[in-house]
């Protein structure tokens, strides 16, 4: 069976994500595993939701008590939690690689509760790590069904690995997908090879009858040409490449970071060495 790998550091943004995996958990097939990392042993961490300080202490267990009574029932498939100690990223990605997790989605900030446009810092380090895909969510997004995608794509010989894993994600939720080619220059060379890509991304996308859009997009900006789209579009996930090495690219820390750093909607972030 699937497993959904969710952290957990009882702040609003995680609780959030825990409602989005259970959605996805349910459709997918999926458990889950709630994962929350203690820096040291006999750790107090600083709880922030009302509803479960005003009655509990501060354990850790008694919190974990509390969710799993308000969701196990909601979760078809089963959900358990476990608490790991360590650097928090690292404790994170290790249980999902141990898991062979299919997915990890956790929200973008913690339980500082800051709301800048800046990524919580194990946030970040959970997305360039992720030994598999992640969904990042920022807590103001209200949990639904993925049914409409954006999928981007760049001139990188990386940039359609995640293809595959998208479009089988889209056929569970019966989503449509947008193929959007994205391009940070005029250069015809560029351009031509970019409709070469979006065109066979199309195909292969309408081979397996998932319904798709497609439309390329030339621009300086290319973070606010994504997201300007998604957002004309009423979409509920934008799927992207973290990491790749190329002046026209998604590179994470440029164009893929500043996405999931100001995307109002949630990312689904792969990193090139899961296809290794």
Known sequence: ???????????????NALEHAIIIANKVGASIKMIHVVKKKNYEAP????????????????????????FQKKVKHGIEYKIR???????ICNQAKYDDSYLII????????????????????????????????RKKYSPCEPKKIILPIDVTKDTRKKVPFVTEFANIFNSEI??????GTEAASVKKKLTLYTNQTEEYIK?????????IIAGNDITASILNYANEQKANLIAIMT????????????????????????VMSFSPYLFE
């Open 207 to 215: 081979a397996r009858n998932i319904k798709v859009k497609k439309q």
């Open 47 to 70: 709880f922030v939701i009302n509803e479960f300080s005003s009655t509990l202490s501060n354990s850790i267990e008694d919190f974990f008590k509390k969710i799993m009574e308000k």
């Open 178 to 183: 947008h193929v959007l080619g994205v391009v």
């Open 243 to 266: 990491e790749q090495p190329n002046p026209f690219t998604l590179i994470m820390g440029l164009t893929a970071h500043n996405i999931v750093n100001e995307s109002n909607i949630p």
């Open 85 to 91: 100690e360590g650097k928090i990223f690292t404790e």
């Open 106 to 137: 956790m929200g973008t900030h913690g339980v500082s509760g800051f709301e800048e446009k800046i990524l919580g810092s194990n946030a970040y380090k959970v997305v360039i790590n992720s030994p598999c895909p992640i969904i990042t969510i």
């Open 1 to 15: 069976m699937k497993n959904i790998l969710v952290p957990i550091d009882f702040s609003a943004d995680s609780i």
